[in-house]
């Protein structure tokens, strides 16, 4: 893997213009800092160098030293003489050095690059009116920028099978294949699931499972998109749209605490297909494959549409009146949710301050792949406790919440997005106190809520998220939500100026956060979501160093207690 | 400013006073026309002359074989300016014995003649030679979901158009000729 090993620069010169670049990168990466393109396919910037489809040829030389003396020679016009290397070398495994000279623009280098593109497609089937890589294909890109423009191939081209099924959601055409290799150093290197390899010779190499296996592995649709051409296709979105209709925001991945970086791409309000963005501080490049199927509960049968008080649907002003009646009472039980926003959380510790009210909290578990699903399976718990909306780590149950409905300690619930029953909360409790249910998706206990305000999922709002390793990180609106349904924050907003009979709240997210840090000391003061959007910002978490997280070390995490490598 | 001069008008003469050689000239232009050859076209019962090129409604067309030439790859979809395509892609199962190497094909496949403004950008676009603007040139309905071109009203209009390429066959030839891998 290329990465600066130190904060070191080195001066090289690229294309007759000496730069600084930092040591330990390679040509590629070198030149790529200063605006020109190397055109590569089977380097990857996370995953080790291979140096086998040759796109990245450059010439490389060094200024030229006197064998007996060692004295540096000089042309006649006095300028250092450069001792080129006789044939061009590849970008991707040559490292930069001191006194480097690099010619990524010269004649020789331009005919490698024809040369190469002419052989990556004489037996590639060029069928990229059904292909789905088409419109993002490296192949395509490159045959355009550096090719040759015309075919000089007139034999008959190979014909290999199309779609050979390598594992549940990968989909193989051989022909278009061009045997770069990124797949498989990413199944040793990053899935740590060696089970795809190359067979046989010449033209007849194929890319194929071990006996035996199968690519069905959690991460196995990243082979799919560092796949520089579409050879390997997500079974998914096969055949599904073409992806120059796709409108592409930015988000995060709800899945579990990792807090991949996301793309999500719509077309026309409708979610099409999620991928990973690159963010070197948390997921690198890559995603799990179960968090890209989120999306599709957007559309679920059980997501709650109309706002509802007693189950008759009523206009959202008539139902927000009579979930600030019920917040009126005493007694009242918060139970937030670390899958909110910390928007809503700061909203919902204002909420909570307004009722003097407790908090509940539940967390969700499961277990921890080391990688990027962490064993906390919710996107924000560090946001609640960041937001100060509690203090303790959650239990995977709400007992408590149970004891105390039991106690008559508790006779209204104010419930984020939970599910109170699943969480070990009884039946006969929940029919005893009056409920106020806010969330997207309908369930056993929200069934029983007396008011049921509708919410939008991650995809169809703005807020932001605190991930594992305390890094805050926005995510962006990709599609509308469904008709008439109003974001978190602007319902919690306008509970809170009814109930506190102040006016002109804003819903505005940068107020939000203006409003929250001016009544709250906190570890987020300074920043805010306008910020956020821009770049992630990481955030100081030792105050919480002492409570037992349950993520293990994975990548790019390390937990508090263990020192970082 | 202008000057303005009153003009007196003079008397009319007693022929034009009859107005008999104005009726005259009238009458030579309509006998005249009486004997030429009629250009009137006695629409619908008479239909006009259809030049080559000429660009009707736009329709699919299938290949000798009988198979439909569209991939379903929405190039037509994207160029259209007044957006009157809409495409559902599908995929072609790979047992059917008839439609070798045929991978995708569109599961439906809708123009909306109402938008369509008949430019012929999906014609020149299409990487397949599967859509033609044909001579057909008139479309009426009493709803506006008649007039909706789907899939199978648009193979009907289209018919089949002889190919250049074959290329599906072609690449069975190369697959039985030995570069099957």
Known sequence: ?565 | MAKTVVLERKPLSLSERTYLPQIVTGLKTTFTNMFKPKVTLQYPEEKPFIPKNYRGVPTLVKDPNGREKCVSCQLCEFVCPPKAIRITPGSVPDDQEDREHVEKAPQEFEINMLRCIYCGYCQEVCPEEAIFLQEQYSSSGYTREEMINNKQKLYELGGTLPDHHYKWDKKKEAELDGNAH
């Open chain 1, 1 to 565: 893997m290329i990465s600066p090993t130190t904060e070191e620069m080195v001066t090289i010169t690229l294309n007759g213009k000496e730069v600084e670049v930092p040591t330990g990168i390679n040509a590629v990466e070198a030149a790529a800092l200063h605006g020109q393109e190397v055109p590569h396919y089977c380097y990857h910037p996370k995953l080790s160098v291979a140096g086998n489809c040759r796109m990245c040829l450059v010439e490389m030389g060094t200024p030229m030293r006197d064998r007996s003396t060692g004295e540096a020679i000089f042309e006649e016009d006095g300028s250092p003489k450069i001792g080129w290397v006789p044939k061009p070398v590849i970008g991707c495994a040559t490292n930069v050095s001191p006194g480097m000279h690099l010619r990524t623009e010269s004649d020789l280098v331009s005919e490698c690059r024809e040369g190469i593109m002419e052989f990556l497609l004489v037996n590639h089937p060029l069928d990229c009116p059904i292909c789905d890589q088409a419109g993002e294909c490296r192949l395509q890109e490159f045959a355009t920028d550096y090719g040759r423009g015309y075919s000089r191939y007139i034999e008959r081209k190979n014909v290999k099978p199309k779609r050979t099924r390598l594992g549940p959601r990968v989909t193989l055409d051989d022909e278009r294949c061009i045997l770069c290799s990124r797949c498989i150093r990413f199944s040793q290197e990053v899935a740590k699931d060696d089970v795809l390899g190359f067979v046989d010779r010449g033209s007849f190499s194929t890319l194929t499972c071990f006996p035996g296996k199968e690519l069905a592995n959690n991460y196995s649709l990243n082979t799919v998109d560092i796949c520089p051409v579409g050879a390997l296709t997500s079974t998914d979105f096969r055949f599904k749209m073409r992806v120059w209709f796709l409108k592409e925001t930015k988000s995060i991945c709800t899945e579990s605490s990792a807090g991949c970086n996301t793309i999500v791409s719509s077309r026309e309000g409708v979610i099409q297909r999620i991928t990973p963005r690159r963010n070197d501080l948390v997921n690198d490049t890559w995603m799990t494959d179960s968090g890209r199927d989120l999306y599709k509960s957007v559309r679920s049968e059980s997501r709650i549409l109309r706002p509802s008080v007693n189950g008759n649907d009523l206009p959202l002003k008539d139902v927000v009146s009579s979930a600030v009646d019920c917040l009126r009472g005493e007694k009242i039980g918060f139970v937030v949710s670390c899958h909110s926003s910390l928007e809503e959380q700061m909203l919902a510790k204002r909420l909570v301050s307004l009722t003097n009210a407790q908090t509940f909290i539940c967390g969700h578990f499961g277990d921890d792949d080391g990688i990027l699903l962490s064993a906390d399976r919710s996107p924000n718990l560090r946001g609640a406790l960041v937001t100060g909306l509690i203090d303790q780590y959650p239990n995977d149950n709400l007992a408590d919440l149970n004891d105390a409905i039991s106690k008559g300690n508790i006779e209204t619930v104010f419930v984020f997005d939970e599910d109170l029953i699943l969480s070990g909360v009884s039946k006969e409790n929940l029919q005893k106190v009056s409920m106020v249910y806010l969330g997207t998706h309908s369930n056993n206990s929200s069934r029983l809520a007396d008011v049921v305000l509708p919410g939008l999922s991650v995809f169809e709002k703005n807020g932001s998220f605190v991930n594992r390793s305390f890094i805050a990180q926005a995510f962006e609106m990709s599609v509308p939500g469904p008709a008439g349904i109003k974001s978190q924050v602007e319902v919690l907003t306008d509970i809170i100026s009814k109930l506190s009979e102040e006016e002109g709240i804003s819903s505005d997210l940068d107020e939000v956060w203006d409003i929250f840090n001016s009544h709250n000391q906190s570890v987020l003061a300074g920043t805010k979501f306008s910020n956020l959007k821009k770049v992630s910002v990481p955030i100081d978490g030792s105050s919480w160093s002492h409570l037992n997280f349950v993520e293990k070390t994975a990548l790019n995490y390390h937990p508090i207690e263990s020192e970082p490598k």
